[in-house]
């Protein structure tokens, strides 16, 4: 990322793999036409905010990393407005949504504030606004120091985080935890990853493939869609920073599940287990979080059906529909959908070339 010749040549930066991002959009074109103006309405196209937030970035300034995946699409486009989104939406988040100064609760200090209008609300915000891929992407495309120190304040803060019994509260710590670990070269980072892996596997049922989720009512327990997607990015990076044959085998059997027990329809996946709260029957909202797993299961495994299954979530999600499509905040693995899908795609994996 800090080799500048190459920034605007996407079939580089692809083959880096230096962050997730899909094939050349000559590869895909029906995700240009249709899914990236879906994209744009949440980051570039959105009505400003004001001072409260710079676009749409959805009640914090980087709320799912969506600077990250603004990032992508700059590097993907080289649409600078892209750029500028990034650049304010970081510099925002780190000048103004972290706790800086808390003489009463000095504990907060270097985490963000509690999601909130005009940043008044009191506490600390959870770990999935601990981003260190946004900051640290900032550092490694401007050097400003100052968002080096901000990446290595989250990333301290996520080594006390608690393992939770939530995909998502698992899952998006344990991907900030590698990317950091990637940078510093520090063990801390990954054994305190590799402990939130055990967790993973602790909460997943094996019979089922699914991590027993409690997503508002303890009687039913199963997938929640979007925060198995995130489960599963923190996997995916851990998978590629360690090549755990047991990590993969977690990834296939939660793919397995979630398609087995909440895919109603071709490409489209329930949200919750817990039927009370499903606004709608299924939706293909999510529909590249749980692609992203596919695809990267077939470049990973060389097993026809989840190519198969990523094309089906890339059909939907490009499919001209009323249904809402996928924002920002829901793309983080979609790269790997999006290449298992490309024709004629062929990644290095470690274990196989697949070429679909």
């Known amino acids: 990322m800090q080799d500048v010749p190459h920034l605007f040549d996407p079939a580089w930066f692809i083959a880096a793999e230096v962050v997730e991002a899909g094939p050349t959009r000559a590869a ?26 710079y676009w749409d970035t959805c009640w914090g300034n980087d709320y799912r990393g969506r600077t990250h995946i603004g990032l992508i699409q700059y590097l993907e486009t080289g649409d600078p ?15 103004v949504d972290i706790i800086h100064f808390c003489p009463e609760h000095p ?3 270097g985490a963000v504030h509690e999601y909130g209008e005009d940043h008044t609300a009191a ?14 992407d900032h550092y490694l495309l401007t050097g ?6 901000a990446a290595q304040g989250f990333a301290e803060r996520l080594l006390t985080c608690t393992n939770d019994r939530c995909a998502r509260v698992i899952g998006w710590p344990i991907s900030q935890l590698v990317r950091w670990h990637g940078q510093s070269g520090d063990a801390r980072f990954l054994r305190k990853a590799e402990e939130m892996v055990a967790s993973a ?33 923190g996997l995916i990076r851990y998978h590629q920073a360690t090549g755990d044959p047991a990590v993969l085998a977690l990834l296939s059997r939660l793919a397995d599940g979630a398609y087995a027990e ?16 499903n606004p709608v029957p299924y939706a293909r909202w999510h529909s590249a979080l749980l692609g992203g797993l596919f695809g990267y299961l077939a470049l990973r495994t060389d097993i026809d059906r989840y190519a198969e299954w990523a094309r089906e979530c890339y059909d939907a999600l490009v499919e001209v529909s009323d249904e809402p499509t996928a924002s920002m905040d829901m793309l ?20 196989s070339f697949v070429g679909l």
């Open 28 to 53: 895909v074109p029906a995700w240009q036409e249709v899914v990236a103006p879906a994209i744009a309405r949440t980051g570039i196209n959105a009505p400003r905010l004001g001072h409260r937030e």
């Open 81 to 95: 407005r892209w750029f500028r989104y990034f650049n304010a939406a970081i510099t925002h988040n780190r000048d």
């Open 107 to 109: 504990d907060w200090v």
């Open 123 to 136: 506490g600390q915000s959870h770990n999935i606004s601990m981003n260190v891929d946004g900051m640290l």
């Open 144 to 149: 400003d120091p100052d968002s080096l120190v």
């Open 201 to 233: 596997f602790s909460y997943t049922e094996p019979r089922r493939g699914v991590f027993s989720e409690m997503h508002g009512c303890w009687n039913y327990l199963g997938t929640v869609s979007f925060m198995t997607g995130y489960l599963a990015f």
């Open 262 to 277: 909440i895919r109603p329809a071709p490409g489209r996946f329930r949200y919750s287990p817990y039927p009370e709260n």
């Open 332 to 351: 983080h693995p979609a790269g790997w959908m999006l290449m298992a899908v490309a024709e004629g795609a062929r990644v290095k994996c470690g274990i």
